[in-house]
């Protein structure tokens, strides 16, 4: 899943509170990772799924 977090950004607390609890939920709880995607997304990853750096555009590239 994709989470858009770009209206709370500035909200200090709410937003740290926000990763922490993501963030062990998904990471500690379940195994599973988080990746940044910009500036203000996270990608949520299941346990068995990794992310790669660098192929934001792989599926894009190279078909016709």
């Known amino acids: 899943a994709i989470v858009e977090l ?3 950004l ?3 607390f709410e937003f740290e509170t926000a990763i922490e609890r993501t963030s ?3 990471v500690d709880d379940m ?3 988080l990746v940044q995607l ?3 997304r996270l990608l949520l990853l ?3 799924v990794s992310g790669v750096a660098g192929l934001e555009k792989e599926a894009f590239e190279g078909h016709s």
């Open 6 to 8: 770009g209206k709370i």
């Open 10 to 12: 500035d909200r200090g």
């Open 24 to 26: 062990g939920f998904i």
């Open 31 to 33: 195994g599973g990772s």
């Open 38 to 40: 910009g500036e203000d």
């Open 46 to 48: 299941p346990p068995d």
